[in-house]
């Protein structure tokens, strides 16, 4: 009673706004969440989120960076609220801005995080009218890290209304949230915004969804079902020459992991070929990362420094840049360093990689940095500093709880106590 009471001595726009709270498929609510999901202006938003923590129908639960105070509505607010408003329609338009606002807000981060990253048609019903912007790279990474947990409940809300379009392009704009930190739910995520992709019949964003499901796939392991994607999607893409060299790299990318390198190499090798020809210079540079590796690790260390050096310069001349890949292409250069016997420059490559690693916050690949150390201080005969960076990598793994990854690093560190 005293809830039902206290809902009703509310003002009429503070009960619209509980009501359309109440409705909302997220976790948890921010200030520019709830204006843009309520077409209410953030000032007065702000307002009534702190009047509503006063009478205890919501409660704020954090400060979170990139998204400032974060309220959660008790659940038996929410059952009285919810009934306040038994229009569909207008719920539905609540639903409709919460995803527009996601879609646009993900994007948005992708610009600074991922410049490359296609936008899919998304059209928005409802744009925000105060967008979140986002200046500086640890900024964007922040919110989608921070917004993770609202990613499956939208997708799945969307997808039960009939909204598979803005359901495949929540999935898509989140992008470099998987990128940058291999997300527990990459794989349930794409899986589910891939079927929205389906049922909303855009050949692109099908292309898109399975590309990156593949990622997550690729990244588990499961790498026959990542290939199976990549085919399905190469033949979707038909006539359009850059997304099948898109395709094949991701193939090739997929065999490497699986240390097929033999058979890596010609899809690598073709899709960096028709990159080339089409002028597109981060995919060639990207498909000759992995030659390069798979030359390096089928004992041609010599043949792939060049070709991991011509990615860097590539990377490097880019005009929007992509510090992520570079340090990519840093690491491996850093390994063949290593396998060639050029102990110091392998140490060099190998230390700046890591240091962008970190400033970029990509824990995988800080992890698997200082794994390529050990192996380098290892090939230096340098054992002590070899049982370091294992020993450090593992940490960073375990942190992660990749367990096929902190499996091989006490083999590693096994190996070299025994030594």
Same mark, same amino acid.
């Not at 005293?2 to 409705?23: K, N």
């Not at 998204?67 to 659940?75: A, F, L, M, S």
């Not at 000759?288 to 070709?307: M, N």
């Given at each position: 009673?005293?809830?039902?009471?206290?809902?009703?001595?509310?003002?009429?726009?503070?009960?619209?706004?509980?009501?359309?709270? /109440?409705?909302? $498929?997220? $976790?948890?609510?921010?200030?520019?969440?709830?204006?843009?999901?309520?077409?209410?202006?953030?000032?007065?938003?702000?307002?009534?989120?702190?009047?509503?923590?006063?009478?205890? +129908?919501?409660?704020?639960?954090?400060?979170?960076?990139?998204?400032?105070? @974060?309220?959660?509505? =008790?659940?038996?607010?929410?059952?009285?609220?919810?009934?306040?408003?038994?229009? $569909?329609?207008?719920?539905?338009?609540?639903?409709?801005?919460?995803?527009?606002?996601?879609?646009?807000?993900?994007?948005?981060?992708?610009?600074? +995080?991922?410049?490359?990253?296609?936008?899919?048609?998304?059209?928005?019903?409802? %744009?925000?009218?105060?967008?979140?912007?986002?200046?500086?790279?640890?900024?964007?990474?922040?919110?989608?890290?921070?917004?993770?947990?609202?990613?499956?409940?939208?997708?799945?809300?969307?997808?039960?209304?009939?909204?598979?379009?803005?359901?495949?392009?929540?999935?898509?704009?989140?992008? $470099?949230?998987?990128?940058?930190?291999?997300?527990?739910?990459?794989?349930?995520?794409?899986?589910?915004?891939?079927?929205?992709?389906? =049922?909303?019949?855009?050949?692109?964003?099908?292309? %898109?969804? +399975?590309?990156?499901?593949?990622?997550?796939?690729?990244?588990?392991?499961?790498?026959?079902?990542?290939?199976?994607?990549?085919? =399905?999607?190469?033949?979707?893409?038909?006539?359009?020459?850059?997304?099948? /060299?898109?395709?094949?790299?991701?193939?090739?990318?997929?065999?490497?992991?699986?240390?097929?390198?033999?058979?890596?190499?010609?899809?690598?090798?073709?899709?960096?070929?028709?990159?080339?020809?089409?002028?597109?210079?981060?995919?060639?540079?990207?498909?000759?990362?992995?030659?390069?590796?798979?030359?390096?690790?089928?004992?041609?260390?010599?043949?792939?420094?060049?070709?991991?050096? !011509?990615?860097?310069?590539? &990377?490097?001349?880019?005009?929007?840049?992509?510090?992520?890949?570079?340090?990519? #292409?840093? #690491?491996? &250069?850093? !390994?063949?360093?290593?396998?060639?016997?050029?102990?110091?420059? #392998?140490?060099?490559?190998? @230390?700046?990689?890591?240091?962008?690693?970190?400033?970029?916050? #990509?824990?995988?690949?800080?992890?698997?940095?200082?794994?390529?150390?050990?192996?380098?201080?290892?090939?230096?005969?340098? =054992?002590?500093?070899?049982?370091?960076?294992?020993?450090?990598?593992?940490?960073?793994?375990?942190?992660?709880?990749?367990?096929?990854?902190?499996?091989?690093?006490?083999?590693?560190?096994?190996? @070299?106590?025994?030594?």
């Amino acid at each position: 009673m005293m809830i039902t009471d206290t809902i009703d001595r509310l003002p009429p726009e503070g009960r619209r706004l509980l009501a359309d709270i /109440a409705h909302l $498929p997220a $976790p948890d609510l921010d200030v520019h969440t709830v204006a843009a999901s309520t077409a209410t202006p953030t000032r007065e938003t702000r307002k009534r989120l702190e009047e509503l923590t006063a009478q205890h +129908l919501l409660e704020h639960t954090a400060d979170v960076a990139a998204r400032g105070p @974060v309220y959660v509505i =008790r659940p038996e607010v929410a059952d009285r609220a919810s009934a306040l408003n038994d229009n $569909p329609g207008a719920r539905t338009a609540v639903l409709q801005r919460y995803l527009d606002f996601l879609t646009t807000t993900a994007y948005e981060a992708a610009r600074v +995080l991922a410049p490359h990253h296609r936008v899919l048609e998304h059209t928005s019903r409802h %744009e925000p009218a105060e967008p979140v912007r986002f200046a500086v790279n640890h900024v964007a990474l922040a919110w989608l890290e921070a917004t993770a947990p609202a990613l499956l409940p939208a997708i799945t809300a969307a997808t039960k209304h009939g909204e598979y379009r803005a359901a495949a392009c929540v999935t898509h704009a989140a992008w $470099p949230l998987f990128l940058y930190t291999r997300h527990e739910r990459w794989i349930p995520i794409h899986r589910q915004g891939l079927a929205a992709a389906e =049922r909303w019949g855009d050949t692109v964003a099908i292309r %898109e969804l +399975l590309s990156a499901l593949a990622g997550g796939l690729r990244d588990n392991r499961e790498y026959d079902e990542a290939i199976s994607c990549l085919q =399905r999607a190469r033949t979707l893409a038909e006539g359009d020459l850059e997304a099948i /060299a898109k395709c094949s790299s991701s193939i090739g990318a997929c065999l490497h992991a699986d240390a097929r390198y033999v058979e890596a190499k010609p899809q690598l090798t073709a899709a960096a070929t028709r990159y080339g020809q089409l002028g597109h210079v981060r995919g060639q540079a990207l498909a000759l990362i992995l030659i390069g590796s798979a030359h390096a690790r089928l004992g041609e260390p010599v043949a792939a420094v060049p070709v991991l050096q !011509e990615a860097c310069t590539l &990377l490097s001349g880019l005009t929007d840049p992509d510090p992520l890949n570079i340090s990519r #292409a840093l #690491a491996y &250069l850093g !390994e063949a360093h290593s396998l060639a016997g050029a102990h110091d420059l #392998a140490a060099s490559a190998l @230390v700046k990689a890591l240091e962008q690693f970190r400033f970029l916050r #990509a824990p995988h690949w800080t992890a698997h940095t200082m794994e390529f150390l050990g192996q380098a201080a290892l090939r230096a005969d340098q =054992r002590h500093a070899a049982m370091d960076w294992y020993s450090t990598s593992l940490a960073q793994y375990t942190d992660l709880a990749s367990s096929h990854d902190t499996d091989r690093l006490k083999r590693r560190l096994d190996s @070299v106590t025994r030594r």
